[in-house]
């Protein structure tokens, strides 16, 4: 991470702790964001990953992904070119569900015909435009992409209000059980909905990544 993004996630922490003290509270016991982009990234290396860990514990998501590396690349990552032209029954042998090895091939297709952009076309896009792209791909929705945007990018106000721990976590943040929150039929234990979040999200501009980050903290008990 360099001085100057660790600067920018301190002044996030600060400005977010204004705007919501409650927020401010895990901030100042949590400590600074840990968000750390690669700007240098390689995007159809990233989306494989993100594929692979899609609905799998992250140990069995990675033993997968190890699989691919090191049938069609060196060992540490695929080879774009190898994947497209891979036969289904070898990219299953990896393990890979046939949704996936589908979408990853498809992956690999619209990487290399210009669908999917490069890291520097990326850069100079807008988030919207990104997502609008590359889900185009089959098998990558819009959570997959905003993952990208802040883990990969450093883009800093993403929202993304369908991830499961972002809504778990401000439902107990904000020991939400008014129904103004919460749709009167929900069950005792029920979140927040990603439609209903959404407008809490405008307090938290422009950096709307960072809170989401400390959400899942509170997801996870800190």
Known sequence: MTDAFRRTLQRAGRELTAADPALGKVIARVGPAQLEPSPDFDPFHALVRSICHQQLHGKAAETILGRVNARFGDGEAADVTKVKSARLATMRS????????????????????????????????????????????R????????????????????????????????????????????????????????????????????????????LWRVADGR
């Not at 498809?106 to 919207?128: F, Q, Y």
């Open 94 to 137: 990896c393990g890979l569900s046939e949704a996936k090895a589908l979408a990853i091939k498809d992956l690999a297709a619209k990487c290399l015909d210009g669908t999917v952009p490069t890291a520097r076309a990326l850069h100079a896009m807008s988030d919207d435009d990104i997502v609008e792209r590359v889900t185009l791909v």
């Open 139 to 214: 098998g990558i929705g819009r959570w997959t992409v905003e993952m990208m945007l802040m883990f990969r990018m450093g883009r800093l106000d993403v929202f993304p209000v369908d991830d499961f721990g972002v809504r778990k976590g401000f439902t107990m943040l904000r020991k939400l059980k008014e129904p103004d929150f919460l749709p009167t039929s929900s069950p005792p234990g029920a979140l927040i909905t990603a439609k209903k979040l959404m407008p809490h999200g405008e307090a938290w501009r422009p950096w709307r990544s960072v809170a989401a980050w400390y």
